[in-house]
Nanobody, 127 residues
Framework: QVQLVESGGGLVQAGGSLRLSCAAS????????MGWFRQAPGKEREFVAH????????YYTDSVKGRFTISRDNAKNTVYLQMNSLKAEDTAVYSC????????????????????WGQGTQVTVSS
């Protein structure tokens, strides 16, 4: 069973950047397709980005396209979320998740289809 630990969150001004990391242990992250989700106070958890096990396929929710980039380094057992041009509405707890089964398109947006989750890291964007 893989354990996931996020890091890299913090407080940043609008327009700034952060890079989140998701480190895996107890398993090989290269075996999993990975996703980033976020949950803002009083809101439901929402899909942010997905990357296939090879890194060859990525998906993003519309609100972050062109600003966020998901990537992975399987040799380091780590997945990243580079967040640029941050906005106040990006404020949330960001969590990474892993799934064994292949998905495509909107099928990758469903949180309940992911098998393992990290605890999350807080991202706060001040306006």
């Amino acid at each position: 069973q893989v354990q996931l630990v996020e890091s890299g969150g913090g407080l940043v001004q609008a327009g700034g950047s952060l890079r989140l990391s998701c480190a895996a242990s107890g398993g090989t992250v290269g075996n999993y397709h990975m996703g980033w989700f976020r949950q803002a106070p009083g809101k439901e958890r929402e899909f942010v980005a997905h990357i296939s096990w090879s890194g060859g396929t990525t998906y993003y929710t519309d609100s972050v396209k062109g600003r966020f980039t998901i990537s992975r380094d399987n040799a380091k057992n780590t997945v990243y979320l580079q967040m640029n041009s941050l906005k106040a509405e990006d404020t949330a707890v960001y969590s990474c998740a892993a799934r064994l089964r292949y998905c495509s398109g909107s099928g990758c947006y469903v949180a309940e289809k992911y098998d393992y989750w990290g605890q999350g890291t807080q991202v706060t964007v001040s306006s």
